[in-house]
């Protein structure tokens, strides 16, 4: 049974999305909470296996409370899919690099936000590639500009990279899907998910989504820049 909370401050979207989600057998929604501060209680009282958190909530927003989460190590086995009313909403990049899974639009098709559940419980990133690039995009034209100096653990986990590895991780952060990946590098499938198993566990990442994020951080993803360039 996949376990799931509901952040966000309109009564009227909890209920709905609990309706749906109630209705599917594997699936039970055991929280729900108005803000971002009850959220991180209830997640932590609860265990969720995935929380749906809006990004604008009273006293906590989802942002934070995506990041008190992620931090928590009794919770490392929760996920978080963060809610937001528009495509491009400026505070996704920031849900992402909190540590968030991934990211749904509101009016997201019922179909869709059941399977996003799903696979964000089995482990895997809501990414899209090709939102993946815009997120970047829009992120520095939104005034995000060029990212912060690299942390000391953040330089220290990319010298232990192969350059393969740097490769891979590269393409990630650009965009590219595990096959698009394998055939610009000439290596098999299996070959580009044993690379990102390692980078999964040098740089400490959860999910693709992650990935994504060390990519642009370490300086291998050019915001603006096509796979192709």
């Known amino acids: 049974m996949i376990t799931v909370e509901l952040v966000d401050d309109q009564a009227l979207v909890r209920a709905g ?15 729900q909470a108005p ?19 809006d990004v604008r909530m009273p006293r906590l927003d989802g942002l934070q409370a995506t990041a008190q989460i992620v931090a928590d190590p009794d919770l490392a086995g929760t996920r978080v899919i963060v809610l937001t009313t528009f495509e491009l909403d400026e505070y996704v990049f920031g849900a992402l690099r909190a540590g968030a899974s991934g990211f749904l639009l509101k009016d997201v098709e019922p179909a869709d936000l059941i ?23 829009a992120f520095v034209a939104g005034g995000g500009g060029a990212p912060p100096p690299l942390a000391e653990d953040v330089r220290a986990s990319l010298q232990a990279l192969t350059p393969r590895e740097l490769e891979v991780l590269s393409l ?41 994020v060390a990519a642009y951080e370490a300086r291998l993803v050019v915001p603006g820049t096509a796979p192709s360039e």
């Open 172 to 212: 990630v952060g650009r965009g590219l899907g595990n096959a698009e990946i394998a055939e610009r590098l000439v290596l098999s499938p299996l070959t580009v998910k044993t690379h990102l198993a390692r980078l999964f566990a040098k740089l400490g990442a959860r999910d693709r989504a992650q990935l994504v």
């Open 17 to 31: 999305f609990r309706a749906l989600l109630d209705s599917e057998a594997d699936i039970a929604v055991v929280a």
């Open 115 to 137: 399977t996003a559940v799903r696979v964000v419980a089995e482990g895997e990133a809501l990414l899209a590639p090709r939102l993946t690039r815009r997120l970047i995009e």
């Open 35 to 53: 803000d971002g501060e009850d959220g991180v209680a209830l997640a932590r009282e609860h265990r969720p296996d995935v929380v749906l958190m």
